[in-house]
């Protein structure tokens, strides 16, 4: 158990719709990350907050959005969704600051778009 | 911009056969290295990291990983390969100054033949 929670662990929509994947980090973790891993894309970054603040962006569309809240939790918002957003979307967190700390993998939520 | 080549997405060993899989790496910048395994559905475990000390870098379950700047590699390797190291491992580097995403090769599948 690697300390991050993610919910919910499986989603099935249907496109055009809007769904939101919540995370939870690591106990006194500040980053939390983004990735989305599909088959034809591989693992690919997309987002990074650091306590409350955006760090960083990847390969994120403009139809995604994600925060982290005070407590440091935080959402993805996936909107107009299409066939192609079907994917294995993680969070990880870390103590943040440099890219030498390892990042902490939740178990992921799967999104099933028909 | 950094980037991770894994060589060959499947490699098959028996049990107790050497297991070796490949990562290079490009990167512009002293780079951070990392491999990580996920067993199906579930999601990423650290198994070992670079982050510029010693160049032989244990992990866990054994497994290992050299540093040789000469090569830009990072290749894993474990003596003797078990049943339970069935699993598909990502390499990934860190170190750009202004972020520490995470940027993956494509995996590479193991399978262990008793």
């Known amino acids: 158990d690697s300390g991050v929670t993610q919910t919910p662990k499986h989603l099935i929509t249907a496109t055009g719709q809007r769904v939101t994947l919540r995370c939870s980090p690591r106990s006194g973790d500040l980053s939390v990350y983004w990735y989305q891993q599909s088959l034809d894309q591989g693992l690919q970054f997309l987002i990074q907050y650091y306590n409350g603040e955006e760090r960083a962006k990847g390969n994120i569309l403009e139809r995604f959005s994600a925060q982290q809240f005070p407590d440091l939790h935080s959402e993805l918002n996936l909107s107009s969704l299409e066939l192609g957003d079907s994917a294995l979307y993680f969070c990880?967190?870390?103590?943040?600051?440099?890219?030498?700390?390892?990042?902490?993998f939740g178990p992921g939520t799967r999104l099933t778009v028909l | 911009a950094q980037s991770v080549t894994q060589l060959g997405s499947h490699v098959s060993v028996s049990e107790g056969a050497l297991v070796l899989l490949r990562c290079n790496y490009s990167s512009s910048v002293p780079p951070y290295l990392f491999w990580y395994v996920q067993y199906p559905n579930q999601g990423l475990q650290l198994l070992l990291k670079?982050?510029?000390?010693?160049?032989l870098v244990k992990g866990i379950n054994g497994f290992e990983a050299e540093f040789k700047k000469s090569e830009t590699s990072f290749h894993l390797t474990k003596p003797s390969a078990h049943m339970s190291d069935a699993a598909e491992y990502f390499c990934a580097v860190t170190g750009s100054y202004n972020t520490d995403k995470l940027i993956f090769g494509t995996g590479t599948r193991l399978q262990v033949f008793p």
């Open positions: 990880a967190s870390s103590v943040g600051g440099t890219g030498a700390n390892e990042q902490f």
């Open positions: 670079y982050t510029s000390a010693a160049t």
